[in-house]
């Protein structure tokens, strides 16, 4: 099979890999119709995180092709969606819902199984891992939002989830990239009367604003805290979303929080740090991390199916397989939100 191949820093090409097989009873292998990149690699193709060679990417969704003689919830020709990360469903921490950090579990490009940026891949333990999609002919709209339920509109809504947002809050979502559009969504379904939506992108702002943010704010820093604190006449957001994981946007998102509000917190940390002071003398909590988007795929898919939200607006580029290397460089240009690729019929 063709897939994605990653060569080390500022190396993406594609190459022939095995046809993955069913190995364990419980495995499936799915035919990759639609693939996306996410922003996290491009942490892996700047040099910045470590992953190891060959293939990546971790959001897709497809159809069945084989079935273990184990698997008992899907058959060939479903359709599926793929969270990030497969999860065997029975370990301590998948009972608790934290299915991002299964004991048994891992990501996709990665422990052994191939990436969702090539032609098919081998889910472990599939009962636990994929999420069926009722219905069939769902138009291509619909399609990309389901590929944004692999990751990122299930970690935007799980910034706000942790954050606890709730109706008629105040939230500020810190990021304007996928996942911080997301989170728009996310705070707008949780009932958010408020919004603001940090920027300096007019088309990530105009899109902010579909999904429903009330207000744009383009400074940063110290001068994006002087600002939303002024907005909300010196008290703070009920709700900051951190969705960059850098250290000026963890200040910021603890330094427009109220007193006894909680900062969700997404973003890949880099070079980021948690004031203590903060913490301690205002009385705001942390909350985040990666999302368990298996988790959270069954209460997310209905509102997609609906059209109640249509987290697919964020995928603004387009390509195949053949094409992929542009699609990463679009998205380090910021020429592009997030790129989807399109792999099969």
Known sequence: MRATLYGGPGDITVGERPDPRVQQPTDVVVRVTLGCVCGSDLWYYRGVNPHALGPIGHEFIGVVER?????????????????????????????????????????????GVDGGQGEYVRVPYADAT???????????????????????????????FSAGVKA??????????????????????????????????????ALAREFGATDIVTERGDDATKLIMDMTGGIGVDAALECVGTGQSMATAFGVARVGSIVGAVGVPHDSAVP?????????????????????????????????INPGLVLDHETDLDGIADAYTAMLDRRATKALVRIGA
């Open 276 to 308: 203590l002071q903060t913490v301690i003398f205002r009385n705001i909590g942390l909350r985040g991390g990666i999302a368990p988007a298996r988790r959270y795929i069954p209460e997310l898919m209905p509102d997609v199916l609906d059209g109640s």
């Open 168 to 205: 008629g809050d105040t939230v500020a979502v810190v990021g304007d990239g996928a996942v911080g559009l997301c989170a728009v969504i996310a705070a707008k379904r949780l009932g958010a009367e408020r919004i603001i939506s940090l920027s300096r992108n007019p088309v990530r702002q």
């Open 67 to 111: 079935v273990g003689d184990d698997v008992t919830t899907l058959q060939a020709g479903d359709l599926v969606v793929a969270p990030f990360t497969f999860c065997d469903g029975t370990c301590a921490n998948c009972a608790a819902g934290w299915t991002g950090n299964c004991l048994g579990g891992g990501s996709f490009g990665n422990h």
């Open 130 to 160: 994929l999420v069926k999609v009722p219905g069939r002919g769902h138009s291509d709209a619909v399609l990309k939002s389901l590929v944004a339920l692999s990751d990122v509109m299930c970690t935007g809504h799980h910034a706000a």
